[in-house]
């Protein structure tokens, strides 16, 4: 697997609250994803980065921003976290030799 | 938008018993891409299909692009317990090496 780790694993916060989870590589790949993966609904999309300062929207990305300011990091940020943002977030970087997706290990994050 | 489709959504099997997941995509796919998924882990990479009609092969895992390129399947010869887990299916979407998820099969292997 690339190098990726996620911080923090395990979160436990309360509505209304501001969450920063945040995604390290050192694989030097040019495309990051966050994604939240939630039962019956498989793994979608929040934002993604094709370059630092590039950002762009996913299909759920309502409630959520993201910041690259380096290759190696890219951040999402709940500004006031709900109970339906309760999930598993993935982040994931992207090469397109070969075309295919390495995921870090997620961060199961709880908003009561 | 493009959706992608996984049956079924969840399979049990005896141990020693093939199983097979069949992913469909709205839209014709330039390529289809599998990933497993180990219960409390990460997606993880297992394959790509790019031609029509290709037929790849890992071990028991043999995988398909159908010849229209909006479908494929992965199927699993003599299950392990090792098998288990969720597969899914990923279609590229809009570029930036974006891809849709299908929505997974999630695979229990009865010993």
């Known amino acids: 697997d690339a190098g990726i780790t996620q911080s923090p694993r395990h979160k436990v916060t309360e509505t209304g609250t501001p969450v920063t989870l945040r995604c390290h590589q050192t694989?030097?790949?040019?495309?990051m994803y966050w994604y939240r993966q939630d039962p019956g609904h498989g793994l979608r999309l929040i934002h993604y980065?094709?370059?630092?300062?590039?950002?762009d929207k996913g299909e759920v990305s309502d409630g959520y921003s993201v910041s690259r300011s380096k290759t190696e990091d890219f951040l999402l940020t709940l500004e006031s976290a709900t109970s339906s943002q309760t999930s598993v977030y993935f982040c994931?970087?992207?090469?397109?030799?070969?075309?295919?997706?390495?995921f870090g290990p997620g961060t199961r994050l709880t908003v009561l | 938008g493009q959706q992608v489709m996984q049956i079924p959504q969840y399979q049990h099997v005896q141990e020693g018993e093939d199983f097979t997941t069949y992913c469909n995509s709205s839209?014709?796919?330039?390529?289809i891409q599998w990933y497993k998924q180990r219960p409390g882990g990460h997606p993880v990479f297992l394959i790509q299909?790019?031609?029509?009609?290709e037929v790849k092969k890992q071990k028991r895992l043999t995988f398909q692009f159908g010849e229209a390129k909006k479908n494929s399947s992965l199927h699993i010869t003599a299950t392990q317990t090792t098998d288990v887990g969720t597969y899914f299916c990923?279609?590229?979407?809009?570029?930036?090496?974006?891809?849709?998820f299908g929505t997974g099969t999630k695979l229990q292997v009865i010993p």
């Open positions: 694989e030097n790949h040019r495309y």
């Open positions: 994931a970087t992207g090469t397109s030799q070969p075309d295919t997706q390495y």
């Open positions: 990923a279609g590229p979407t809009g570029g930036y090496q974006k891809v849709t």
């Open positions: 839209t014709t796919l330039s390529n």
């Open positions: 980065s094709y370059g630092v300062k590039d950002t």
């Open positions: 299909l790019v031609k029509s009609g």
